[in-house]
């Protein structure tokens, strides 16, 4: 088992800027690939941005591509999410993700492991 723990989120105008960490436990050596995704009010949970267990391997949503940044330190067993330029759209319940298995996904059904997600609500 891997245990997520989300933070970071909060209130921000647009143009602002957001970290969110996610901090994992348990048997983090099975975790291949880590991943985050959001859910609006409303809405199916979306892919945002993934990072391979080495860190050289990074997959963008296209709606984040040139404002979000996804980071890893292993040594701390944690995953980052950098959000600059955030626009009221960004706004979402986000979630940190852990799979086990090879290969990469974007698809939410090819995690196994979530966090309780952490709201970002982006002001206009």
């Known amino acids: 088992q891997v245990q997520l723990v989300e933070s970071g989120g909060g209130l921000v105008q647009a143009g602002g800027s957001l970290r969110l960490s996610c901090a994992a436990s348990?048997?983090?050596?099975?975790?291949?690939?880590m991943g985050w995704f959001r859910q609006a009010p409303g809405k199916e949970r979306e892919f945002v941005a993934l990072?391979?267990?080495?860190?050289?391997?990074?997959y963008y949503a296209d709606p984040v591509k040139g404002r979000f940044t996804i980071s890893r330190d292993n040594a701390k067993n944690t995953v980052y999410l950098q959000m600059n330029s955030l626009k009221p759209e960004d706004t979402a319940v986000y979630y940190c993700?852990?799979?086990?298995?090879?290969?990469?996904?974007?698809?939410?059904?090819?995690?196994?492991?979530w966090g309780q997600g952490t709201q970002v609500t982006v002001s206009s």
């Open positions: 348990g048997r983090t050596f099975s975790a291949n690939m």
């Open positions: 993700a852990a799979r086990a298995s090879e290969g990469t996904t974007a698809n939410v059904y090819g995690y196994d492991y």
């Open positions: 990072i391979s267990w080495s860190g050289t391997t990074t």
